[in-house]
């Protein structure tokens, strides 16, 4: 079964990366709106939320078992990763035209960012959305091992997640930079509510666990990061909503995500010889007319490079 509000999540978050890299990291100066947008960097945690309870919920209906551990990593990486690859090059090309030494290419670098490594290394990321992605890979990884055993006995599932909510601790003390130990409960909330769903654990239980995970949530990351997982997991709870504008920003919020930036960087460059930016009233226009231009660039992305990977992803990942 679809669940469209997935979609309406998808939607709103990247908007708010969107709104926070094109509006509130410096660029428009000091605003309410600026101020207002810079909660546009909490988009990240509502994506967490949705992985964390659409991945178990997408294994459950395929009776996943270990046995597809392969085929489930080769599908997301068949899925995921030719969009991932192809916003790299496009990142780095660019940025090497203009001079720019920090994105200077780099065999060791680019091999790094393909295998999600960066977080463990010294260097930065090309583009600094791509953090999440080294997060989410790590998720599918844990989750494909650990799915078979999530149904098997609630009290012992429960403790487990509970001790995996704690492991920010354990990602401080091995001094790993970013890391999915340092945003377990964005993630973990998503499973408990995929568990109530399947009917694994009472309203009850659900409740009460939610309760302490988020505050958990609260402990590892913020109040505001806090209420945004909350926002997420009381839509996918409650809400029933389908609209063809959601539909449409769910279907194209993974390019949208991996292509706004350099979108912005591009955009940025070539008008800077025409346009005053020294007016606030034109860094405004700008990021008004650039945010649907984004949307349409993104557009076009999905159709010439995601879209073909996840029909490979369909019609490869069987015969793994």
Same mark, same amino acid.
């Given at each position: 079964?679809?669940?469209?509000?997935?979609?309406?999540?998808?939607?709103?978050?990247? +908007?708010?990366? !969107?709104?926070?890299?094109?509006?509130?990291?410096?660029?428009?100066?000091?605003?309410?709106?600026?101020?207002?947008?810079?909660?546009?960097?909490?988009? !990240?945690?509502?994506?967490?939320?949705?992985?964390? $309870?659409?991945?178990?919920?997408? +294994?459950?209906?395929? *009776?996943?078992?270990?046995?597809?551990?392969?085929?489930?990593? !080769?599908?997301?990486?068949?899925?995921?990763?030719?969009?991932?690859?192809?916003?790299?090059?496009?990142?780095?090309?660019?940025?090497?035209?203009?001079?720019?030494?920090?994105?200077?290419?780099?065999?060791?670098?680019?091999? +790094?960012?393909?295998?999600?490594?960066?977080?463990?290394?010294?260097?930065?990321?090309?583009? /600094?959305?791509?953090?999440?992605?080294?997060?989410?890979? @790590?998720?599918? =990884?844990?989750?494909?091992? =650990?799915?078979?055993?999530?149904?098997?006995?609630?009290? %012992?599932?429960? &403790?487990?997640?509970?001790?995996?909510?704690?492991?920010?601790?354990?990602?401080?003390?091995?001094? %790993?930079?970013?890391?999915?130990?340092?945003?377990?409960?964005?993630?973990?909330?998503?499973?408990?509510?995929?568990?109530?769903?399947?009917? &694994?654990?009472?309203?009850?239980?659900?409740?009460? *666990?939610?309760?302490?995970?988020?505050?958990?949530?609260?402990? @590892?990351?913020?109040?505001?990061?806090?209420?945004?997982?909350? $926002?997420?997991?009381?839509?996918?709870?409650?809400?029933?909503?389908?609209?063809?504008?959601?539909?449409?920003?769910?279907?194209?919020?993974?390019?949208?995500?991996?292509?706004?930036?350099?979108?912005?960087?591009?955009?940025? !460059?070539?008008?800077?010889? %025409? %346009?005053?930016?020294?007016?606030?009233?034109?860094?405004?226009?700008?990021?008004?007319?650039?945010?649907?231009?984004?949307?349409?660039?993104?557009?076009?992305?999905?159709? =010439?490079?995601?879209?073909?990977?996840?029909?490979?992803?369909?019609?490869?990942? /069987?015969?793994?």
């Amino acid at each position: 079964m679809y669940i469209h509000t997935i979609d309406f999540l998808r939607g709103i978050a990247a +908007l708010m990366v !969107v709104l926070v890299h094109f509006a509130g990291t410096g660029f428009l100066g000091e605003s309410v709106i600026v101020t207002v947008s810079a909660y546009g960097q909490n988009g !990240v945690i509502i994506f967490f939320v949705i992985s964390g $309870f659409i991945i178990p919920y997408a +294994l459950s209906k395929k *009776n996943y078992s270990l046995n597809n551990f392969k085929e489930f990593i !080769v599908r997301r990486l068949l899925r995921l990763n030719p969009p991932y690859y192809i916003s790299v090059f496009l990142t780095i090309f660019p940025t090497i035209m203009f001079h720019n030494q920090e994105y200077s290419f780099s065999l060791y670098k680019i091999l +790094l960012h393909f295998t999600y490594l960066v977080p463990f290394t010294n260097i930065t990321w090309y583009n /600094n959305v791509y953090w999440t992605l080294a997060i989410e890979f @790590q998720y599918y =990884l844990i989750i494909g091992l =650990l799915y078979p055993f999530l149904t098997k006995n609630k009290y %012992i599932t429960m &403790f487990v997640l509970m001790v995996i909510c704690f492991s920010n601790n354990l990602g401080f003390y091995l001094k %790993i930079p970013i890391s999915i130990l340092n945003f377990t409960t964005p993630f973990v909330l998503g499973i408990v509510l995929f568990l109530y769903k399947i009917k &694994f654990i009472s309203l009850k239980e659900t409740i009460l *666990n939610s309760i302490v995970i988020l505050f958990l949530c609260k402990q @590892q990351l913020s109040g505001t990061r806090m209420l945004f997982a909350l $926002f997420a997991y009381l839509c996918i709870f409650f809400v029933k909503f389908r609209s063809n504008i959601t539909d449409f920003l769910g279907k194209i919020s993974y390019s949208l995500y991996l292509t706004h930036t350099y979108f912005f960087h591009i955009c940025y !460059v070539l008008s800077e010889q %025409i %346009i005053d930016f020294s007016y606030p009233l034109a860094k405004y226009l700008f990021v008004v007319f650039l945010i649907p231009l984004s949307i349409l660039f993104a557009y076009a992305f999905y159709k =010439l490079v995601e879209e073909p990977s996840i029909n490979l992803s369909k019609s490869l990942a /069987n015969n793994v």
